[in-house]
T-cell receptor, first 114, second 115 residues
Framework: NAGVTQTPKFRVLKTGQSMTLLCAQD?????MYWYRQDPGMGLRLIHY???????AKGEVPDGYNVSRLKKQNFLLGLESAAPSQTSVYFC?????????????FGEGSRLTVL | QQQVKQSPQSLIVQKGGISIINCAYE??????SPWYQQFPGKGPALLIA?????SEKKEGRFTISFNKSAKQFSLHIMDSQPGDSATYFC??????????????FGTGTRLQVTL
């Protein structure tokens, strides 16, 4: 099993450009999440999905959009990238309403916006 | 979301020593805390978690304790090893049955274990 796979792993954008980060999981998890990780800020939830066709806002959703057209995929889009969106982005998935709350993370996508 | 304050920000411990990381929270309803370990270039991975029915949980050299009256969770790493060098994140949620969208993460502690 690959677990959670993110593509691309690295990307450099110019301000105003758009891009999509792809996340795929092969664990049949209902829940999927996008986090950003910044120095001294920990992990902050951007958007999440409780199942195919559903999305919801997290703690820091502004400037991002998401889609969950298939259960195994969760896409994070930046329509007009800004330098403040320079970060490491992590996708994660978890079981539906299981007690452990365990998140399974991908290896991250490092985005630089110039 | 309620804050979770993690300390210290960084920690250097000699091999064989004890590493201690603390997380203080504001929301008195927090009663579940998973801890994640992250190696450079990798995503975080669940290390250990404590649920509301216990005040302490031990897994090998890793122990987490939950002091509800002090509103604090703590991770102790006994006999610290260079392989433990990583960033550690605490997290807290109101209910262990809740979804991870309700988790609040600490800011992380970078641990370095020296020889």
């Amino acid at each position: 099993n690959a677990g959670v796979t993110q593509t691309p792993k690295f990307r450099v954008l110019k301000t105003g450009q758009s891009m999509t980060l792809l996340c795929a999981q092969d664990m049949n998890h209902e829940y999927m999440y996008w986090y950003r990780q910044d120095p001294g800020m920990g992990l902050r939830l951007i958007h999440y999905s409780v199942g195919e066709g559903t999305t919801a806002k997290g703690e820091v959703p502004d400037g991002y959009n998401v889609s969950r057209l298939k259960k195994q995929n969760f896409l994070l889009g930046l329509e007009s990238a800004a330098p403040s969106q320079t970060s490491v982005y992590f996708c994660a998935s978890s079981y539906f309403e299981r007690g452990s709350g365990e998140l399974f993370f991908g290896e991250g996508s490092r985005l630089t916006v110039l | 979301q309620q804050q979770v304050k993690q300390s210290p920000q960084s920690l250097i411990v000699q091999k064989g020593g004890i590493s201690i990381i603390n997380c203080a929270y504001e929301n008195t309803a927090f009663d579940y805390s998973p801890w994640y370990q992250q190696f450079p270039g990798k995503g975080p991975a669940l290390l250990i978690a404590i649920r509301p029915d216990v005040s302490e949980k031990k897994e090998g050299r890793f122990t987490i304790s939950f002091n509800k009256s002090a509103k604090q969770f703590s991770l102790h790493i006994m006999d610290s090893q260079p392989g433990d060098s990583a960033t550690y994140f605490c997290a807290a949620s109101i209910s262990w049955t809740g979804t991870a969208s309700k988790l609040t993460f600490g800011t992380g502690t970078r641990l370095q274990v020296t020889l």
